[in-house]
């Protein structure tokens, strides 16, 4: 199924590899834990390409390996709020 996905399963593979499909007018930053357990540590380097093919410069910020209630997933997030938080209002 995954090597050959069709019908509705193929239609939101589809929507989620155009992701970062597109050209952002503001800046942009993505951030990843290393071995997060529910997304793929290739996807972050594959948006900041695309993104960059479409002509944009997004950072990309290392988290490390954070974990939070057993999860690399959980940590990034609460590893990422507050500097996500403080870029923002910098962005001001």
Known sequence: MLRHPTGRFAAALRVADGTCDWA??????????????????????HCAAALRAHGADPEVVDLG???????????????????????FSSLG
């Not at 007018?25 to 996807?43: G, H, I, K, M, S």
């Open 24 to 45: 952002p007018r503001a800046p942009v930053r993505l951030y990843a834990a290393e071995a997060d357990e529910q997304a793929a540590d290739a996807n972050t380097d």
């Open 65 to 87: 390996t954070p974990d939070f209630a057993g999860s690399r997933h959980l940590g990034s997030n609460v590893a990422a709020t507050a500097d996500i938080v403080r870029w």
